[in-house]
């Protein structure tokens, strides 16, 4: 669904992908039996609905110069959840898909200005940013790193819903596991994007990526599982590149350091 | 046909249960020496001459947990790194001390700190997805002739995700680091903002009006009240 205001742009995106295979390893005569019997629900296992939704109050492309710089960083302030830092790196190697972008890491940026932006420093509106930039200190290492947009993530991945279960027995003539499990994923995430030329939000993305997975054991367990995760960075990566696509820079070189 | 043990196959047997209860016991706790670096911080240096006292106690700090499921959580090289590496990006020139020196030495400053209190959290325990590290340290100050300046509480806390597979030595380790940076980020800019050390700094620096340079306005102002300007944000 695409529906267009006057100056921004609302994209919502929904896709189903099953991409989900069974785990390595060796499945046993008498699991294939079962397996066949089975098949409808497996083949209905390993699927994850997403769906992305943008907001872009500049519908042009963000643009990006020579030498200029974006960094994806994590939110880490709430006290129940802590945005994954895997997910921020999945979210930095998928930009940098794009040629004309650099992508400075995580770790390094957060070395790089410590203490100004750990979970308890770390500015949350655009106008602590503002202010943090009078700091001569962080403007100057922030035009040295040559960081001109900044992207904040925000949200986690959690088990929403589990039933079943699968228990394993090992004796001497030998061992095997049986039952069956399911687990329900989801993934919520809300990336933000600040223009630090501008000091103005270029844009937020926002994802909910909802996957069940499912262990079937009888004898050797066979798992299928749903990249909730991979699917969620996949979609919220892919949207956020796209605001920098067409970006007249070009160069070559894409990750720091 | 009668069974026969030999000598050797009873000390392989004894072996092997004795192998078997100390893997029991093993996965009965959980031994943590805390591993990794706190970055040089990115501050205005006061223009003070600090001595850093971080005495045996601290740099050997572990923190032992009996009950339930046993813990040993050997904090002290971390905590030394720490304290030692922010020190440095706080004051002009830092002197680590063993012990408090006697009164009327060369420092300005006298830093001493200690832990108070040391709190550990797993999933297992909380039934949230992280793990957490709280710690509590006092600071005490004294001016360099031995005076008593402050006695500041400072609490520090640090949270990793639980991973699928992963060790809960490892989790906690990623904590007390990110607990460790949390309480070099308290000191590096708190810490001119305590009452009673920022009114040390400002007779300090209007009895030397010299520092009171533009080029030292992130740490004091005109009027000599020490302003770390990032910190007063709304």
Known sequence: ?257 | MPLTITASQHIATRGLILLLAMLLFAGCSTNVEVKGTIPVALSHRLPLHAGLVLDPALRSYTYTREKGKKVSFDIGKAQTGMFSSVGGSMFDQVTILEQLPKPGGDVDLLLYPSVEEIQLATPFETRLKVYEVWIKYNLRVFSGDGEPLSDWIMSAYGKTPSRFMSSDEGALNQAAIVALRDAGARLVIEFPHIPEIKAWLADRFRSEPTTTTTDKAGIVDASGNPAIAVEAVP
């Open chain 1, 1 to 257: 669904m695409n529906s267009n205001s006057h100056s921004s742009t609302l994209k919502i995106d929904t896709r189903i992908e099953c991409n989900g295979s069974p785990g390595r390893g060796a499945v046993p005569r008498l699991a294939s039996a079962a397996l066949s019997l089975l098949l409808p629900l497996l083949l209905l296992s390993g699927c994850t609905s997403t769906t992305v939704d943008e907001y872009n109050p500049n519908p042009s492309h963000l643009g990006i110069g020579t030498g200029e710089k974006v960094v994806v960083l994590g939110r880490r302030q709430a006290g129940r959840y802590e945005t994954e830092p895997e997910f921020i790196d999945c979210i930095r190697k998928n930009l940098t898909n794009n040629p004309s972008l650099t992508v400075v890491e995580e770790d390094y940026f957060l070395d790089s200005f410590y203490p100004w932006f750990e979970p308890r420093t770390a500015p949350l509106k655009l106008g602590r940013m503002r202010y943090m930039l009078t700091e001569d200190l962080i403007a100057e290492k922030m035009q040295a790193l040559g960081i001109r947009y900044m992207i904040w993530v925000d949200g986690n991945t959690e088990t929403t819903d589990s039933g079943g279960s699968v228990s394993c027995a090992l004796s001497p003539a030998g061992g095997g596991c049986f039952g069956f499990a399911s687990w329900e994923k989801t993934s919520t995430y809300e990336a933000i994007i600040w223009d630090l030329n501008k000091l103005a939000e270029s844009g937020r993305v926002m994802v909910d990526a909802k996957g069940e997975s499912y262990l079937l054991a009888i004898g050797a367990p066979i798992p299928f599982i749903a990249q909730v995760q991979g699917d969620a960075c996949k979609g919220i990566g892919n949207q956020l590149r796209g605001f920098f696509e067409d970006s007249k820079a070009a160069r070559g070189g894409n990750t720091k350091p």
